[in-house]
């Protein structure tokens, strides 16, 4: 098995691993051109966009800046506006549905590494190792600015998330959420 394919299974895997480098260095070139992209030249903006990102909906507005580890692992349904200075570390997929607002500086996460220290580190060099989770946001739902999703959550479908959360676990459909860590404090009325 490859790294990447390790990479992608959500085993641990190296990311030193010359292909990953390739595929990540490609990732920040094309992250950094979208930046650099005029704000009103929406047309170009999405044309790049496209070159990096797995798939992307349709009306779909990302505010500049913008960063990613890959791309390729980002799945973006129709009518989302994902704000300024977010920041999608999608070594695993990250999945976001349809009708989704995305806050500025929300941080979403999907790398994770051994817990205990010893099993942390590749020998002789220290690399650090590296495993996969994914995280998955449903239709609807609003992400408040500053909050960090970490990896292996699922959020359900007309949620709200409040600002400044950490999302370490799965918010059900229909919930208001907050805090650190976040958790359920009222619900909204299931969609139509």
Known sequence: MTEFEKKQSGLIYDARDLEIRKQYNFAKKRVKIYNDIPVDDMDTRNKVLKTFIGSIGENVRINQPFLVDYGYNIKIGRNCIINMNCTFLDTGEISIGDNVLI????????????????????????????????VKIGDYTWIGGGSIILPNVEIGKNVVIGAGSVVTKNIPDN??????????????????
């Not at 996460?109 to 495993?131: C, L, Q």
């Not at 919930?175 to 139509?192: M, T």
Request: proline share 10%; glycine share 8%; charged share 20%.
């Open 175 to 192: 919930a208001i959420a907050v805090g650190n860590p976040c958790e359920v404090i009222n619900w909204n009325e299931p969609l139509k």
């Open 103 to 134: 806050g500025p500086d929300v941080k979403i996460y999907t790398a994770t590494h051994p817990i205990n220290g010893n099993d942390r580190f590749w020998e002789p060099d220290m690399a650090v190792k590296t495993s996969t989770g994914k």
